[in-house]
């Protein structure tokens, strides 16, 4: 059966090694290892990637880990291919899958990256819909397993937007046993579906999942602190808005309130001085690079999983991880 990510937990059975191996993939493939280096389980293959809206990240990260794994990258753009105008998402979906390994879909409605998944026979990835931001929650969570030798104990707290990315996030975190808290103003929360998932898998890895729309209830003692820009993509009309963010600034005086070896998270891109201040953003402690460089080595892995599982899996072994 064909394997997509169009939500984070659509990989729970496997989240926790999927997010090793792409931790030790990176080391050995900076170390130089041959293995690493010679891995290549999209050989032959082209991965193609549709994009409805601007990407900075996604798109470079996805172009070069798919050239790393061996295979093409082909960048899709929505104005310059047939979908939405003179064809359907199904249509598409059938053409691409007769000369594609792969896609990702980067989109506004969610609905649409699901009717691409509906009628393809490869694996599709979600490479952010107006819901969901599954890749960006494995970058997330890799980076904080790297700047964190164990996660148990860990509080990750989320001040701003109730959005796509805090939707993958509370999922991720949950899936891990990471306790999750979140700030968001009173009509701004996450969607109830997403927060009825993350409240049962933090129920069956014993970890616990706070709202308030108070930030700094969320964001006392926790270990890491996590925001957004307060108007998504495909929000820019929605200006007012703003005034619902009034004290969700991520700044000196909110992380005062924190462990003191907090980390400071953001998926980018930032829009400084609104929810985050310069002397966040540019703090020793702030791992907003590191998350943007672990897009690429956590969707190899992704990638690597869905497309080729086998070659995942033997990569794996070779790592010396566990199977799940
Ligand atoms: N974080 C993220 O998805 O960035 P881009 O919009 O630049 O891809
Ligand atoms: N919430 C943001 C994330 C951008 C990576 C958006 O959807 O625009």
Redesign the pocket.
């Known amino acids: 059966m064909v394997k997509h990510l169009l939500a984070i937990d659509d990989v729970k059975d496997d989240f926790e090694r999927i997010l090793k191996w792409a931790i030790e993939f990176k080391r050995l493939w900076k170390q130089g290892d041959e293995v690493a280096l010679n891995f290549v389980p999209l050989d032959t293959m082209a991965i193609g990637s549709i994009y409805e ?1 601007p ?1 900075t ?2 798109r470079v990260s996805f172009e070069v880990g798919v050239q790393r794994l061996g295979g093409s990258a082909l960048t899709l753009l929505k104005n310059d291919i047939q979908l939405g105008k003179s064809e359907t998402i199904g249509d598409t979906s059938h053409v691409l899958s007769r000369f594609l390994g792969g896609m990702t879909y980067r989109c506004f409605a969610h609905e649409d990256v699901e009717e691409l998944a509906e009628h393809a026979e490869v694996p599709v990835i979600n490479a ?1 819909s ?1 819901k969901h ?1 599954p890749c ?1 929650a494995a970058a997330d969570l890799m980076t904080v397993m790297e700047h964190h030798d164990d996660t148990e104990g860990l509080t990750v707290a989320w001040v701003g ?1 109730g ?3 805090l939707h993958d996030l509370m999922l991720a975190c949950a899936m891990l046993g990471i306790d999750v808290r979140y700030a968001c103003p009173e009509g701004y929360e996450p969607d109830e579906d997403v927060v009825e998932r993350t409240m049962a898998y933090a129920k069956a890895n014993g970890s616990s999942v706070m709202h308030t729309t108070d930030p700094v209830e969320a964001v006392a003692g926790a270990h890491v602190v996590y925001t ?2 307060f108007i ?4 820019e009309h929605m200006k007012d808005k703003m005034s619902a963010f009034d004290g969700y600034q991520v700044n000196e005086e909110m992380v005062g309130h924190m462990d003191e070896k907090w980390s400071f998270m953001h ?3 930032a829009h400084r001085g609104e929810e985050v201040t310069d002397w966040v953003m540019d703090h020793k402690q702030s791992i907003v690079f590191d998350q943007a460089e672990n897009r690429m080595w956590a969707q190899m892995s992704l990638m690597t999983y869905l497309i080729n599982e086998g070659a995942w899996d033997a990569m794996g072994e070779f790592m010396g991880l566990e199977s799940s």
């Open positions: 809206k990407s990240r996604t952010l107006a931001h960006q937007d959005n796509n990315v957004d820009v998504s993509m495909g929000e998926c980018l891109p």
